[in-house]
């Protein structure tokens, strides 16, 4: 840039006058730079020349109240909501915005409310952090707690508060965590141990016998009886290893005892005397159910295959008892049929269902980036983005039928978003550009008829001091009119030769500017 055109464009800013200029400074190559403050540094909005300086400037201005309205968007939610930690991630967003926007205002005003609020936050997250610090303390505090009632309530009061806290750090959420989880399992242990201790011996053999005959009793009607035989055994075992208990209790509980297993016994053998032809009859009916399921349990057509397993497995359910010694590995192969086929299914479903979750996952981030593209202004970019993000969503397969239409109109619209912006935006640099060119031409008309009309009056002196010079009078001052004509006739051919270069520049600049109109 000439010094001229400087002078020129430094006298153009000193005549501006905008809420904020004392924020700016206009250097020597035209750069205006919006100064740093807080966490902001210092950058450049735009590159003013003496050509563009209007017109960029008031493109600048005009910018500055989007800038100010994303700010008070995020001030306006902030003020309304009630859980203001959610807004971190767009406070952050608006604070980078605010690092790159291209406009001219009071950015200052902005700053401070951005930081303002991005300092609430921050303390938000600390208050936060603080109320679970207290929380462990006061854990670690009764962890050598006796009061045992009391203090598992306070425990469970504890990790409901836990809960109930905010955002915190993941890192030192998780540091508190385990201290927190040290002392609930230091006091938990310590209570176990406390009551094995102060259970008595003898009120402990009471309630073991107790319940060792309130098993005997239900078992004394069981059907299954090879497997309660061995039961009875056991519980026999455990009552010998039992120690005393309470005397008039002892023999009480022992003829309960007795008179339940002397009962089971009795069936039993009735039972095996009277039935033993029926339950061969009924181990090939199940024979013949296993070697049907056996044979269905590879089968992948979900729907009728399942139908016929309930069908089997009612069947199975309606034969009546098998020999004891055959009850137990007849069932084990049906119900392995059973459970092959009902796992793979299951597998089978939970395979489409990750399929269905990965596949919504891929398209929600496809979304997400759409919805960002959807404000850019760098169109080629963006428009080859957008592209490749439609490309890949066909590639991709369904997702869940509960988000299939939402995810899809969501994409779709700021596809659409996208595009009305672009078409919107070509449409006023069309225009814009067809104003400069006019505005450029009828410049670059008049300068070209001036530096014409100029050219042709040096033409015009030059022939009149080259006809003097051909037709001087000898006489006495003929040698000094002589130089004083040589010397006019020089001067002037470098002036013609000086406006000649101008107006083939001036007219080479029309040319080039036209042509880049054209590409606009």
């Not at 299954?224 to 008039?248: A, C, I, P, R, Y």
């Not at 309960?256 to 009916?285: G, P, W």
């Not at 296993?290 to 992948?300: D, F, G, R, S, V």
């Not at 078409?423 to 400069?436: C, S, Y």
């Amino acid at each position: 840039m000439t010094q001229e055109a400087n002078n020129t464009l430094s006298a153009w800013w000193n005549d501006q006058s905008f809420t904020g200029k004392e924020q700016f400074s206009l250097n020597e190559n035209g750069e205006l730079a919006l100064a740093a403050h807080g966490a902001f540094n210092e950058r450049t909005v735009g590159t003013l020349t003496e050509e563009n300086a209007a017109i960029s400037f008031k493109a600048l201005s005009d910018k500055f109240p989007e800038v100010q309205a994303k700010v008070l968007e995020v001030e306006n939610e902030w003020n309304a909501a009630e859980d203001k930690l959610k807004l971190l991630g767009k406070v952050e967003r608006t604070k980078e915005y605010l690092k790159h926007a291209h406009a001219v205002g009071d950015f200052k005003a902005l700053y401070e409310k951005v930081l303002a609020i991005d300092n609430e936050l921050n303390q938000l997250v600390q208050k936060n952090y603080d109320a679970r610090l207290e929380i462990v303390k006061r854990a670690e505090a009764i962890a050598d707690s006796e009061e045992w009632k009391d203090a598992t309530q306070k425990f469970k009061e504890i990790t409901d508060e836990w809960k109930a806290t905010g955002q915190v750090d993941k890192e030192k959420s998780d540091e508190l965590w385990s201290r927190l989880d040290t002392a609930k399992n230091k006091f938990f242990d310590r209570k176990r141990q406390h009551s094995e201790d102060v259970e008595k011996d003898m009120l402990q053999n009471l309630d073991l016998k107790i319940e060792l005959v309130e098993k005997a009793e239900k078992l004394a009607a069981s059907e299954s009886w090879k497997e309660t035989t061995e039961v009875f055994k056991q519980l026999m075992d455990e009552w010998k290893n039992t120690g005393k208990t309470l005397h008039d209790k002892n023999e009480e509980l022992w003829n309960r005892f007795i008179q339940a297993k002397n009962a089971f016994y009795d069936r039993k053998k009735l039972h095996f005397e009277s039935i033993q032809v029926e339950q061969e009859a009924n181990q090939l009916k199940k024979e013949a159910l296993i070697e049907h399921a056996e044979a269905m349990k590879e089968n992948t057509d979900w729907g009728p295959a399942t139908q016929v397993f309930t069908s089997l497995f009612e069947e199975w359910k309606k034969i009546g008892k098998v020999p004891l010694e055959k009850a137990e590995e007849l069932w084990s192969k049906f119900n392995a049929a059973r459970e092959h086929f009902f796992q793979t299914k299951k597998h089978h479903f939970e395979s489409v269902k990750v399929a269905l979750g990965d596949n919504y996952a891929q398209k929600m981030g496809l979304l997400k980036r759409a919805e960002t593209l959807q404000h850019s202004k760098n169109w080629r970019e963006a428009t080859t983005e957008i592209n490749e993000l439609m490309d890949e969503w066909k590639k991709i397969g369904p997702v869940p039928r509960e988000h299939s239409n939402e995810i899809w109109e969501q994409f779709i619209s700021a596809r659409k978003n996208f595009f009305a912006r672009k078409d919107a935006d070509r449409a006023r640099r069309l225009e814009q550009a067809e104003r400069q060119k006019e505005y450029k031409n009828k410049q670059a008309a008049g300068f070209v008829i001036k530096l014409e009309q100029e050219l042709q009056e040096e033409q015009e002196r030059l022939d009149d001091f080259k006809n003097g010079l051909e037709n001087i009078t000898p006489g006495k001052k003929e040698g000094e009119l002589r130089e004083h004509l040589t010397k006019l006739i020089a001067q002037t051919e470098q002036k013609i030769a000086h406006k000649q270069q101008k107006l083939d520049e001036v007219r080479t600049q029309a040319m080039g500017a036209a042509d880049k109109n054209e590409n606009v």
